[in-house]
């Protein structure tokens, strides 16, 4: 009985950690990197990207980036599976009405970059996103 008493403390501890948290090194949460490997050469450095800010802080909903059209309308949904941009979006061309990766992510991004505040979010010069 002793023991548990011992080892209680620490485990909940730990568990209120990994509850506030995560998993450390799940890649559910942070920054990440938006590039693709595909490009053979990279004229700009990868936009970091950090997913939590832009879904938590700046209340984003999911399907404001996630998405899958059927008929012109986005029928994806919370909870659906998230697939890779480059699944559906070509790196090299454009195929149907499916737009470029790059274009893709350029449309999105700069979208919502253009209606925030003057100066809370870049979107004029490359080099405010694509960061050296």
Same mark, same amino acid.
């Given at each position: 009985?002793?023991?548990?008493?011992?080892?209680?403390?620490?485990?909940?501890?730990?568990?209120?950690?990994?509850?506030?948290?995560?998993?450390?090194?799940?890649?559910?949460?942070?920054?990440?990197?938006?590039?693709?490997?595909?490009?053979?050469?990279?004229?700009?450095?990868?936009?970091?990207?950090?997913?939590?800010?832009?879904?938590?802080?700046?209340?984003?909903?999911?399907?404001?980036?996630?998405?899958?059209? #059927?008929? *012109? =309308?986005?029928?994806?949904?919370?909870?659906?599976?998230? @697939?890779? $941009?480059?699944? +559906? &979006?070509?790196?090299?061309? #454009?195929? *149907? =009405?499916?737009?470029?990766?790059?274009?893709?992510?350029? @449309?999105? $991004?700069?979208? +919502? &970059?253009?209606?925030?505040?003057?100066?809370?979010?870049?979107?004029?010069?490359?080099?405010?996103?694509?960061?050296?």
């Amino acid at each position: 009985m002793q023991r548990w008493k011992t080892l209680a403390l620490p485990l909940f501890i730990a568990t209120c950690f990994l509850y506030l948290f995560g998993i450390p090194g799940s890649g559910s949460s942070g920054e990440m990197p938006i590039y693709n490997k595909e490009y053979k050469s990279r004229k700009k450095p990868p936009v970091p990207f950090d997913h939590d800010t832009h879904a938590f802080d700046y209340g984003f909903a999911c399907d404001e980036c996630h998405h899958i059209y #059927k008929m *012109g =309308r986005n029928v994806w949904e919370e909870g659906d599976e998230v @697939r890779r $941009c480059m699944e +559906c &979006h070509d790196p090299k061309e #454009k195929k *149907g =009405r499916v737009m470029k990766l790059q274009v893709a992510f350029h @449309r999105n $991004c700069q979208g +919502c &970059h253009k209606q925030s505040a003057p100066g809370e979010a870049p979107f004029r010069a490359c080099y405010g996103c694509h960061v050296k």
